[in-house]
Structures are given as structure tokens and as C-alpha cells.
């Protein structure tokens, strides 16, 4: 047994010696571009040039966005829907489908809901007056909505798929009464589907750390923004580490 952990480290270790050193040259590399950018006074035009497009286009983006990606949402629920309609309850290939589409639409939704916080969050930084302020929060929160009925109607379209499954949207338990509903084989696809969320939020913490440390060193944007994504990264682990030691413990 310990031959064949030493072996494989011995495999490993010239492939992670080589990420190492490319992402070492990588950052060598951004770094001096990104000092070059701050000597050359490049930031200054750079800045001014995102202010008016983003004060000429922010105001915009909201509705266009969400119109045009809860419009494919609402396409796919329906498709689902007619598959759903003309299933006989027992070709696993129709249910199949019906459920894909239904995934694509909780797809849809939380880009939909992801990109529109971050639009209300760059709100301050576009012309909007007042008035045109308050339009946009409530064109939001109309927005929000409509994605929370549409995520019911998907909820509630699988439970009629499947009788079995529990939850409503609404309860603030939802989550715990789904996973509770789901059988062996569903539990060990979330497991899954949790494990590679996990990892790519990891890598993405740290992606954008570093792109954070090179903007920091070109546009002087501060301290803050860095320590955000090492706080995200940070709950990410520890919150990851601190579960398993629970289910540990319920396991003895």
C-alpha cells in the first residue's frame, strides 16, 4: 500500500511542478503588464471609458436581460409541460426529457437572478436620476418574482412527475424536505453535482483573487475586493471540513 501511494505521488508531482511554474510565469507576466498599464497612466482612460458605458447601458440591462432569458425559461416550463401532458407514465425516455428541460429552466433562472443583482448592485454607477432609479428596483423586484412562480410551477411540475418527492418553494425547509424525498440514486447524483460545485467554486475563488491582486496593482481598487474572495473561498472550506466532521460523527 505504501509503495503504490509513493508511486503515485512520484506521477504526480512533475505535472503539479509544471502548474505551478506556468501559473508562476503567468503571474510574472500580468504583473509587469498590469505595472505597465499604472506607470503609463492607461487606467485613467480605461476608467473613464467604462463610466460612460456603463452609465450609457446599465439603465437597460435589467429588463432587456431578464426579458430575453425568462423568455427561454418560460419556453422550456412549456415544453416540459406538453412532454409532461402527453407522457403515459411509463416511457422513462419522456419523463427523461421533461426533466431535462425543467433543469434548464432552473438553469435559466439563476443566471437571470445572478446577473440582475449584480446589475441593481452597479445601479450608483450609471445616469439614472431618481426616478429612473427607483424604476429599475422595481423592475427587480417584478423580476424576482416572476423567477420564484416560474421556479414553483417547476417544483410542482416535478412533483406531479414524481408523487414521491416533498417541499414547497416557499418553505424556508424546502431543501431539507426535498433531499429527504429523493431516493438513493438522487442523493448520490446531488453528492455529485455538490462535489463539482465545490471544486469549481474553490478554483474560482482563487482565479479571482489573483486577477483581483493584478487590478489592484494596475487601477488601485483596494484591499477589499481581495479579501472578499478569500472570505468566500475561506466559508467554502471550512464549512465543507466542519460537514464532513459531522457526518463522521453521526456515522459511529
Known amino acids: 500500500m ?14 503539479f511542478f509544471l502548474i505551478l511554474l506556468g501559473a508562476a510565469l503567468l503571474g510574472g507576466a500580468l504583473g ?18 467604462m463610466d460612460a458605458l456603463v452609465g450609457c447601458v446599465l439603465p437597460w440591462l435589467i429588463p432587456a436581460v431578464s426579458l430575453v432569458l425568462l423568455a427561454a425559461a418560460v419556453w422550456q416550463y412549456r415544453a416540459a409541460k406538453r412532454l409532461f401532458e402527453s407522457w403515459d ?12 428541460r425543467l433543469n434548464r429552466v432552473l438553469l435559466l433562472t439563476a443566471v437571470t437572478m445572478v446577473l440582475d443583482f449584480f446589475l441593481l448592485s452597479a445601479a450608483p454607477y450609471s445616469r439614472l ?19 420564484m412562480l416560474l421556479q414553483q410551477r ?42 463539482r460545485a465545490y471544486r469549481a467554486t474553490g478554483s474560482a475563488c482563487i482565479a479571482l483573487w489573483v486577477v483581483l491582486l493584478i487590478l489592484d ?17 475561506g466559508i467554502l472550506q471550512v464549512s465543507y471540513i466542519l460537514e464532513c466532521i459531522r457526518l463522521e460523527k453521526r456515522k459511529k
Open 32 to 49: 509587469f503588464l498590469s505595472s505597465l498599464v499604472s506607470y503609463s497612466g492607461a487606467e485613467d482612460t480605461v476608467a473613464a471609458a
Open 217 to 233: 496593482f494596475a487601477f488601485d481598487i483596494g484591499i477589499l475586493p481581495s479579501f472578499v474572495a478569500l472570505l468566500l473561498w
Open 129 to 147: 436620476s431618481h426616478y429612473g432609479a427607483l424604476v429599475s428596483t422595481g423592475v427587480f423586484l417584478a423580476v424576482v418574482v416572476a423567477i
Open 2 to 15: 505504501n509503495d503504490n501511494v509513493k508511486k503515485e505521488n512520484r506521477k504526480a508531482l512533475p505535472k
Open 89 to 100: 407514465g411509463e416511457a422513462e425516455e419522456v419523463a427523461d426529457q421533461a426533466e431535462s
Open 154 to 195: 417547476v417544483v410542482d411540475l416535478t412533483r406531479r412527475m414524481n408523487p414521491e418527492k416533498r417541499g414547497s418553494v416557499y418553505d424556508m425547509k424546502f431543501h431539507k424536505k426535498w433531499l429527504e424525498s429523493c431516493d438513493e440514486a438522487e442523493r448520490q447524483q446531488i453528492g455529485q453535482a455538490a462535489m
